[in-house]
């Protein structure tokens, strides 16, 4: 990467406080930046660096004072959005596969759309139907009719079971899991666990991100769905005849047990758990560890275990750090008022 600071400037609709002409040749984190990099600005908590950081220019929003007169600025409304457009412009890494590999393994009834790549080893089996653009990285494997949309992106080591279906522009990441089997067993009189049959399937939608080492179980009877635009991160669990609405946001280590149902617009945080056979209302944020046992049918952010108003969580937790305090203070308390008893007790003549 070589551009001018104008032509960044440009990109992302900024304005130059400085040298319009230097070269910029990489991004860095601000802490991190050397001479000929860009940086960006966008966090009070990082102000700290701007005083230290070696970069020659950074992406800047119109609050912060440009204090440096030997760094060189663009000044935008919102730093962050503008890295990003100028990382996917210039730096996003380019889809070197091309073609199908002569290793992989694809059934003579799949259909393929136009300009598809497939790496070494792949398997697609009977049935299947790819769409145009996709790309299908090593050593995944598509089992019976599966059907992929077009400009999908699957990256090594993905396994999706029979039946399942993917939408447009979905992206799913290296060893995650798309069609395991629901978690159904029924005991039997001597308590032994017959397994259910899981007959049903996973549909994700257009525009869905799944990152490494998820698993989404297919349905019992039906579908567990995930939504147009739901992007799920690394090592979380989605369990049988879940739906997950529009553009909701679930962070790693995060489980939702089987026939839960999540509204559009929701923020689960990092290790949320969420017990079965509820439903989660639309533009709810629920806070990192969270244990979700009853649904939540009316918009908000929610925190704890059990989950509760955010506002109401936090300040019992404040009311439990000040314990301690509360304990000494009731001891001293309770000291004074025996020493005022006592006191009373002497102003009472004897006798009465």
Do not use: W
Not at 143 to 155: Q, R, T
Not at 167 to 191: A, L, M, Q, W
Not at 207 to 231: F, H, P
Not at 246 to 266: F, L, P, R
Request: glycine share 10%; proline share 4%; charged share 20%.
């Amino acid at each position: 990467m070589k551009i001018k600071l104008k032509e960044a400037a440009d990109l992302v609709g900024g304005v130059v406080i400085g040298d319009p002409e230097i070269i910029i040749s990489g991004i860095a984190k601000i802490e991190e930046a050397k001479t000929g990099e860009l940086t960006f600005l966008y966090l009070n908590s990082y102000e700290k660096f701007l005083s230290t950081t070696n970069a020659s220019a950074i992406l800047i929003s119109p609050e912060f004072q440009k204090s440096r007169t030997d760094l060189n600025y663009i000044e935008v409304k919102n730093p962050n959005v503008a890295l990003q457009k100028i990382i996917i412009t210039l730096l996003a890494p380019k889809i070197n596969l091309i073609g199908i590999d002569p290793s992989s393994s694809i059934h003579p009834s799949v259909k393929l759309g136009s300009n598809i790549a497939v790496g070494k080893n792949v398997v697609i089996d009977a049935g299947c139907s790819i769409g145009d653009n996709t790309i299908i990285y090593h050593n995944s494997v598509i089992m019976e009719n599966v059907k992929i949309g077009a400009s999908c992106l699957i990256y090594p080591n993905v396994s999706i079971r029979e039946n399942c279906v993917l939408g447009n522009n979905c992206i799913i990441h290296s060893n995650t899991v798309i069609g395991s089997d629901g978690f159904g067993y029924i005991p039997n009189d001597k308590g032994e666990y017959q397994k259910v049959p899981q007959i049903g399937n996973v549909v994700l939608e257009d525009d869905v991100e799944l990152g490494s080492n998820v698993s989404i179980d297919r349905a019992a009877l039906g579908s567990t769905t995930i939504k147009k635009g739901v992007k799920i991160d690394n090592l979380v669990q989605i369990a049988h005849n879940v739906q997950v609405g529009d553009n909701t946001v679930i962070a790693s280590q995060s489980g939702i047990a089987g026939s839960t149902t999540i509204g559009k617009h929701c923020m689960l945080a990092g290790q949320v758990g969420i017990v079965g056979h509820i439903e989660i209302a639309d533009q709810v944020i629920i806070g990192a560890q969270s244990g979700v046992s009853k649904s939540i049918t009316k918009p908000g952010k929610y925190r704890g275990s059990p989950a509760d108003d955010m506002g109401k969580t936090l300040k019992l937790e404040a009311h439990l750090r000040n314990v301690p305090a509360y304990s000494e203070k009731i001891k001293k308390l309770e000291e004074k008022i025996a020493s005022l008893e006592v006191k009373i007790s002497q102003l009472i003549p004897k006798g009465n």
